[in-house]
């Protein structure tokens, strides 16, 4: 509890009050390495903070060599299928913990009644939201901007420790190539 605690004093103060009845709606789960905890077409109920762990986001495909990996998220960072959680329709993605991953998680009923009940609720919610916004605007940018070689030195410059808890396939299908451009990629670097 104090990750979250110490992430969200990043954006606002949160009286005592205001973060005990927080606190309270927050429920720990532990995913298991490989495990996909929110599945296509189901509707996503939950908005998570990754307390440890690595969890990737992808759109399934029959063939599992052409699942399309858009995007990952790890410890002290939110998770969710948020377009589903916002307008509470089925989701077009999975997430599946690539490690084993302990997250706190809130569900969209009680995440209400903290917006409702608390002074900090709404700024939280708001701040959160643009924080995951940038992180998917910056995402469309280097795939527009950058060359595929550009974007796999980027990731591991901002995520290192992506080289030992991804594989490499997720990884390729994230920078938009194919494991073989990812492996000439790897080789002249």
Known sequence: MKQIKAYLEQIATISDEDWTFFMSKLQRRFVAK???????????????????????????????DKEITFGFSFKDQFISAYDSFLTQTPSAYQLQALTDTTILSITYADLQDVYQTTQIGNLIGRLTAERLFLIKSKREQNLLNLTAEERYMKL??????????????????????????????????
Do not use: C, M, W
């Open 156 to 189: 591991f410059k901002e995520r290192p420790e992506l080289i030992k808890d991804i594989p490499l396939k997720y990884i390729s299908s994230y920078i938009g190539v194919t494991a073989q451009a990812l492996s000439r990629i790897r080789k002249r670097i």
């Open 34 to 64: 490989k495990d996909v905890f929110l599945k296509l077409h189901e509707i996503e109920n939950h908005i998570s903070f990754i307390e440890s762990g690595v969890v990737r986001l992808y759109i399934p495909k029959e063939d599992t």
